[in-house]
């Protein structure tokens, strides 16, 4: 069965600083792959999603995620973080069409000033 | 358009007792997941709902059902409820289902159980 990995439970980062979010998934063939964002007290907002080709995927409020075969891994990355970036992330997988998305633990991101 | 709608949003209830949870999915989709959150486990697949049948189920016990009628709307029931179902009940619709589709989350249900 198909897994989902973020090593990160918590990340502080300076607003204007660069972020890195780490994902790595466990699945044998090409996973889909997403990345979710949730703000207190709401619902879950996709940010982007891989299922082929170009392995760098632009998202919303400017996000981009990288599909790394070798690594297993699909990291989320923003350049320049604000503080309205402040949530929870979560970064999630699903085998095939028509199969449910697997969640990872989630990444709690905090910006300071 | 309206978003996901769930009710209620805020729930408690007591050991024993059972409950269901309601959710609007966004017009014209006719695919609705939902999820159980909590600190522990996460994000799990509770089951996926299309067209008033069940399509996929996650690994929860019987006591934790659901239904969606023909107006996409959908329910989930938890009978005799235990102190760890006490979670963030998340819905979320799409047009058709399945990984391929984009699924709109509602702001969830809070249930306590005490």
């Known amino acids: 069965a198909q897994s989902v990995t973020q090593p990160d439970i918590h990340i502080t980062v300076s607003e204007g600083a660069s972020l890195e979010l780490r994902c790595n998934y466990s699945?044998?063939?090409?996973?889909?792959l997403f990345w979710y964002v949730q703000s207190p007290g709401q619902g879950l907002q996709l940010l982007l999603k891989y299922f082929s080709g170009d392995t760098l995927v632009q998202g919303i409020k400017g996000f981009e995620a990288e599909f790394k075969r070798s690594q297993s891994s699909f990291n989320l990355r923003k350049p320049s973080v604000h503080w309205s970036d402040a949530a929870e992330y979560f970064c999630?997988?699903?085998?095939?069409?028509?199969?449910?998305?697997?969640f990872g633990k989630g990444t709690r991101l905090s910006v300071i000033a | 358009k309206a978003g996901v709608t769930q009710t209620p949003r805020y729930l408690i209830k007591t050991r024993g007792q059972q409950v269901t949870l309601s959710c609007s999915p966004i017009?014209?989709?006719?695919?609705v997941s939902w999820y159980q959150q909590t600190p522990g486990q996460g994000l799990q697949f509770l089951f996926e709902y299309f067209s008033e049948t069940q399509r996929n189920k996650g690994n929860f016990p019987g006591r934790f059902s659901g239904r969606q009628f023909s107006n996409s709307r959908s329910e989930m029931n938890v009978s005799t409820l235990e102190l760890g179902d006490s979670a963030l009940y998340l819905c979320a619709s799409s047009r058709i289902g399945g990984s391929y589709d984009e699924q709109y989350f509602g702001p969830g249900t809070r249930l306590t159980v005490t």
């Open positions: 999630a997988v699903a085998s095939s069409g028509n199969t449910p998305l697997v």
């Open positions: 017009s014209g989709h006719r695919s």
């Open positions: 699945y044998g063939a090409t996973p889909y």
